[in-house]
């Protein structure tokens, strides 16, 4: 990040960091680079690029001009040292757990996390040597330190949990990943740079669905890992930052570490050498220049969605149907200190409540919404809803859904932009219809 765009604010940073009109011929929007290699122009700039010693382009599965636009924006907004971008929120997440146990090691996380990556944890990542350890109790600092080994390369968390909407205290896990020599690394989907920075209290790599919030308008898969370009890789931990790499290697067949080449920026690197190079899961330019003109709005979205979601919150806590509500404000909810000490404007547009009576009464609700889409994306700029224990976290054994503090009858509901109004009337019919035969039935037992 420039000096000057050190000087700006937010959200002059939205709409102006990573971009030069005059290095695009002058065009005021972000050109779309849909090109699958660039003209190199001679051998001897090609050992240039390729060591490092020049900047450029060679093919876009590696680096695109739109795309860098997109990471140099998300590093300002970030306070961040460098950013990536990736094809899904899920090659983010993969990328960044391999990168740090790739010598082998363990991962200190919680139960409280998106049920697509507690499966991935469970099933998947075992089998390629990377391996996991969960506290219980996410809210506890001392449940995670007892938990640390020898093996432990980082410790995950989401900063806002999905779908319950938990505060996650990151300066305390900072504090302690830290006295351990481990990175912490935080998943920002759900607030977004705009209501929370991980990093300014003192996250060490920050991953996005793009696909969410940062977009915000549902019609583009990406992902992003951010590097805070904090972190000393060069503690003996991580010998995968400080050994030669033939990826790397200079002019002269020199080898070279991460941290040689790249320095503060030696994660950003990594991921991008070895891992999108390798593994291939590239975005494309199209769905940067989408999601470029979805942060353009971040602001004023994300604003009324969480005005929207407020009321939102307050109508269903007000309804007979309604057993709880997690949402800052409610009676249910138990993090409102965390979330005023890290999320004064807001946790985002996504939260749970749980419905009284049966599953038939859930399926019924969700059926009936005509306003609300019964989908499975969040930060969208329609209202979602959806069985949280049968969708987003299908995958969650019942003990693991129990652990993660999910009950059986969470409702996911993600708040758009629609008129108030509309959504309240909407959810208000749906209530109805869900439990017309319960009433119906109370009257017959009464004789009316």
């Given at each position: 990040m420039s000096v000057r765009e050190n000087q700006l604010h937010f959200d002059t940073l939205k709409v102006k960091a990573g971009y030069d009109p005059k290095q695009h011929n002058n065009a005021v929007s972000v050109p779309i680079y849909e090109t699958a290699s660039y003209e190199i122009g001679t051998a001897e700039r090609y050992d240039r690029l390729a060591a490092a010693e020049e900047s450029g382009y060679l093919y876009s599965r590696v680096s695109n001009p739109t795309i860098k636009v997109l990471e140099d924006r998300i590093a300002a907004l970030d306070h961040a040292e460098a950013a990536v971008a990736v094809g899904s929120g899920v090659a983010a997440i993969t990328f960044t757990l391999l990168a740090l146990a790739e010598y082998g090691g363990r991962i200190l996380t919680t139960y409280q996390l998106y049920g697509g990556v507690v499966h991935h944890m469970n099933y998947l990542l075992p089998r390629f040597g990377v391996q996991f350890d969960k506290v219980e109790n996410g809210s506890s600092v001392e449940d995670f330190e007892k938990a640390i080994t020898e093996d432990t390369k980082a410790i995950y968390?989401?900063?806002?949990?999905?779908?319950?909407?938990?505060?996650?205290?990151?300066?305390?896990?900072?504090?302690?990943?830290?006295?351990?020599?481990?990175?912490?690394?935080v998943d920002n989907t759900l607030p977004t740079p705009y209501l929370l920075n991980p990093i300014d209290h003192g996250a060490d790599i920050v991953v996005y669905s793009a696909t969410k919030g940062i977009s915000g308008h549902g019609n583009a898969i990406g992902g992003l890992v951010v590097d805070s370009g904090n972190f000393d890789w060069n503690n003996g931990k991580f010998p995968q930052f400080t050994d030669e790499n033939i990826a790397i290697k200079g002019r002269y067949d020199n080898g070279r570490s991460y941290l040689e080449v790249f320095g503060r920026a030696a994660f950003a690197g990594k991921i991008r050498t070895d891992y999108l190079t390798n593994f291939g899961a590239a975005l494309s330019p199209f769905n940067a220049y989408l999601i470029l003109l979805g942060i353009e709005t971040i602001s004023e979205r994300v604003q009324k969605q969480v005005r929207n979601a407020h009321q939102i919150a307050e109508f269903l806590e007000s309804r007979p149907e309604v057993e709880w509500v997690s949402y800052p404000g409610t009676s249910y909810y138990k993090y409102n200190e965390l979330a005023e000490k890290y999320c004064p404007y807001g946790v985002g547009q996504l939260f749970s409540f749980g419905l009284k009576?049966?599953?038939?009464?859930?399926?019924?609700?969700?059926?009936?919404?005509?306003?609300?889409?019964?989908?499975?994306?969040?930060?969208?700029?329609?209202?979602?809803?959806?069985?949280?224990?049968?969708?987003?976290?299908?995958?969650?054994l019942?003990?693991?859904?129990?652990?993660?503090?999910?009950?059986?009858?969470?409702?996911?509901?993600?708040?758009?932009?629609?008129?108030?109004?509309?959504?309240?009337?909407?959810l208000a019919q749906a209530l109805e219809i869900a439990f017309q035969d319960t009433a119906s039935e109370a009257l017959a037992s009464e004789g009316l």
């Amino acid at each position: 990040m420039s000096v000057r765009e050190n000087q700006l604010h937010f959200d002059t940073l939205k709409v102006k960091a990573g971009y030069d009109p005059k290095q695009h011929n002058n065009a005021v929007s972000v050109p779309i680079y849909e090109t699958a290699s660039y003209e190199i122009g001679t051998a001897e700039r090609y050992d240039r690029l390729a060591a490092a010693e020049e900047s450029g382009y060679l093919y876009s599965r590696v680096s695109n001009p739109t795309i860098k636009v997109l990471e140099d924006r998300i590093a300002a907004l970030d306070h961040a040292e460098a950013a990536v971008a990736v094809g899904s929120g899920v090659a983010a997440i993969t990328f960044t757990l391999l990168a740090l146990a790739e010598y082998g090691g363990r991962i200190l996380t919680t139960y409280q996390l998106y049920g697509g990556v507690v499966h991935h944890m469970n099933y998947l990542l075992p089998r390629f040597g990377v391996q996991f350890d969960k506290v219980e109790n996410g809210s506890s600092v001392e449940d995670f330190e007892k938990a640390i080994t020898e093996d432990t390369k980082a410790i995950y968390v989401e900063s806002v949990t999905n779908p319950m909407a938990t505060v996650t205290d990151i300066e305390a896990l900072a504090e302690l990943a830290h006295k351990h020599k481990i990175p912490l690394v935080v998943d920002n989907t759900l607030p977004t740079p705009y209501l929370l920075n991980p990093i300014d209290h003192g996250a060490d790599i920050v991953v996005y669905s793009a696909t969410k919030g940062i977009s915000g308008h549902g019609n583009a898969i990406g992902g992003l890992v951010v590097d805070s370009g904090n972190f000393d890789w060069n503690n003996g931990k991580f010998p995968q930052f400080t050994d030669e790499n033939i990826a790397i290697k200079g002019r002269y067949d020199n080898g070279r570490s991460y941290l040689e080449v790249f320095g503060r920026a030696a994660f950003a690197g990594k991921i991008r050498t070895d891992y999108l190079t390798n593994f291939g899961a590239a975005l494309s330019p199209f769905n940067a220049y989408l999601i470029l003109l979805g942060i353009e709005t971040i602001s004023e979205r994300v604003q009324k969605q969480v005005r929207n979601a407020h009321q939102i919150a307050e109508f269903l806590e007000s309804r007979p149907e309604v057993e709880w509500v997690s949402y800052p404000g409610t009676s249910y909810y138990k993090y409102n200190e965390l979330a005023e000490k890290y999320c004064p404007y807001g946790v985002g547009q996504l939260f749970s409540f749980g419905l009284k009576g049966t599953e038939e009464n859930i399926y019924k609700l969700v059926n009936a919404v005509k306003v609300f889409s019964y989908q499975l994306n969040l930060g969208d700029a329609r209202s979602l809803i959806a069985n949280a224990s049968r969708t987003s976290h299908g995958e969650l054994l019942p003990e693991e859904l129990k652990k993660a503090d999910i009950p059986v009858n969470a409702i996911r509901i993600s708040i758009g932009i629609e008129d108030i109004r509309d959504l309240t009337n909407d959810l208000a019919q749906a209530l109805e219809i869900a439990f017309q035969d319960t009433a119906s039935e109370a009257l017959a037992s009464e004789g009316l």
